[in-house]
């Protein structure tokens, strides 16, 4: 598997040879565990050229109680750039539409006269409901679709990849799982 810089969600192969890690990181007063792993497949006997990407995000969208995950698992010619297009790309749009619906609950920004401070409303307090989320991922995830078929870097067409993805709010101890294709998620906890 290729895989992104952790953290960042940008997409870069990872070394031809295996990779992994485990990092344990704190969202909120949540407190996960996720692990990596990274290696080319076979074919006919030999190397096969790796066409799966991930990505991991911690501080999503700029919240630090927030991450995202996710694996794309590319197929056909060009699926090792559908997926790369895809790992980089589904995180950006998702903040992007997450931030669109928030924007659409809220009431303008009002100041409030408290004592002698002002305060003004924080959009965080604004909470998106799981259908908002999911419809959120659902406009994330065809809008790369959109997107890969006028990209001239590769043939759409003929290739593609599939995705899953992990958005999880700490803070709130929420987890959103979506997908297309055939790859899927399995949550696993102690105990």
Not at 17 to 26: F, L, M, P, Y
Not at 27 to 53: E, H, P, V
Not at 58 to 79: L, M, P, Q, R
Not at 114 to 129: A, F, M
């Amino acid at each position: 598997m290729r895989g992104a810089a952790l953290h960042t969600g940008e997409a870069k192969p990872t070394p031809s040879e295996t990779a992994q890690g485990e990092e344990k990181i704190k969202l909120g007063s949540l407190r996960i565990t996720y692990g990596f792993l990274c290696q080319g497949g076979q074919s006919n006997g030999g190397a096969a050229q790796n066409k799966d990407w991930f990505c991991a995000v911690k501080n999503f969208a700029k919240h630090s109680s927030e991450a995202f995950f996710s694996v794309c698992d590319g197929h056909g010619k060009d699926g090792h750039l559908c997926a790369a297009y895809a790992s980089d790309r589904i995180p950006r749009r998702l903040a992007h539409e997450l931030k669109k619906s928030i924007e659409g609950k809220k009431e303008p920004l009002q100041s409030r006269q408290v004592g002698n401070s002002s305060r003004q409303t924080d959009e965080r307090n604004v909470d998106s409901s799981a259908e908002q989320i999911y419809e959120a991922f659902s406009e994330a995830y065809n809008g790369c679709n959109r997107a890969m078929f006028q990209n001239k870097d590769f043939n759409a067409c003929a290739s593609g990849t599939t995705c899953t993805s992990a958005y999880i709010q700490g803070d709130k101890k929420r987890v959103f799982i979506a997908n297309v294709g055939d790859s899927r998620a399995v949550l696993g906890r102690k105990g």
